[in-house]
Antibody, heavy 120, light 111 residues
Framework: EVQVVESGGGLVQPGGSLRLSCAAS????????MNWVRQAPGKGLEWVSS????????YYTDSVKGRFTVSRDNAKNSLYVQMTGLRAEDTAVYYC?????????????WGQGTMVTVSS | QSALTQPASVSGSPGQSITISCTGT?????????VSWYQQHPGKAPKLMIY???NRPSGVSSRFSGSKSGNTASLTISGLQAEDEADYYC???????????FGTGTKVTVL
């Protein structure tokens, strides 16, 4: 089955750290850029980060630059985001999303999401 | 860069057509033919409905169509059905930071 599955969410105190993972299956993971998109409770979608096929290019939204680090392991078909210095405003469902193809700027496969709650 | 502007809600009766607008700037919607639309049912992951302004992924109903004029993109749902009731988000590639900007979201209600 073609899918991506996120894991690693949970409750963390402000200033804490968390690592999210996204396991891909059913497609050639190394052939596609991957992305993280988040959605705060009751709010809209927000793009967080994108990483190219070979990790040569990694982009972040300004609010997470310097705090989040995205990586991928093509041998393990996995995407990661290491989150540090977490803030209350980082509370959200975090989705892993696959890009359609190089040069096509859209996300055609999404996981079910993993919830991150930042609270004391 | 601000979120793209969408109407908060749009409603229609079964069988009718509705259109959702998505207004940005020349730095996003108006500058690239990289507008996509996502459908999200409550508690579910988003689903891609339209990419590159007017392309439908395999498996998406032909009742969904997209267009763009200047800085405003639109999603039209024809022959509205009960299952179309959901939140809809547009997004545009920007080529800068942030790389993608999402719309504010539109709740579609089938009367």
């Amino acid at each position: 089955e073609v899918q991506v599955v996120e894991s690693g969410g949970g409750l963390v105190q402000p200033g804490g750290s968390l690592r999210l993972s996204c396991a891909a299956s059913g497609f050639t993971f190394s052939s596609y850029s991957m992305n993280w998109v988040r959605q705060a409770p009751g709010k809209g979608l927000e793009w967080v980060s994108s990483i190219s096929r070979t990790s040569a290019y990694i982009y972040y939204t300004d609010s997470v630059k310097g705090r989040f680090t995205v990586s991928r392991d093509n041998a393990k078909n996995s995407l990661y985001v290491q989150m540090t210095g977490l803030r209350a405003e980082d509370t959200a469902v975090y989705y892993c999303a696959k890009s359609i193809a190089d040069g096509v700027e859209a996300f055609d496969m999404w996981g079910q999401g993993t919830m991150v709650t930042v609270s004391s | 860069q601000s979120a793209l502007t969408q109407p908060a809600s749009v409603s229609g009766s079964p069988g009718q057509s509705i259109t959702i607008s998505c207004t940005g700037t020349s730095s996003d919607v108006g500058g690239y033919n990289s507008v996509s639309w996502y459908q999200q049912h409550p508690g579910k992951a988003p689903k891609l409905m339209i990419y590159d302004v007017n392309n439908r992924p395999s498996g998406v109903s032909s009742r969904f169509s997209g267009s763009k004029s200047g800085n405003t993109a639109s999603l039209t749902i024809s022959g509205l059905q009960a299952e179309d009731e959901a939140d809809y988000y547009c997004t545009s590639y920007t080529g800068s930071s942030p790389l993608y900007v999402f719309g504010t979201g539109t709740k579609v209600t089938v009367l």
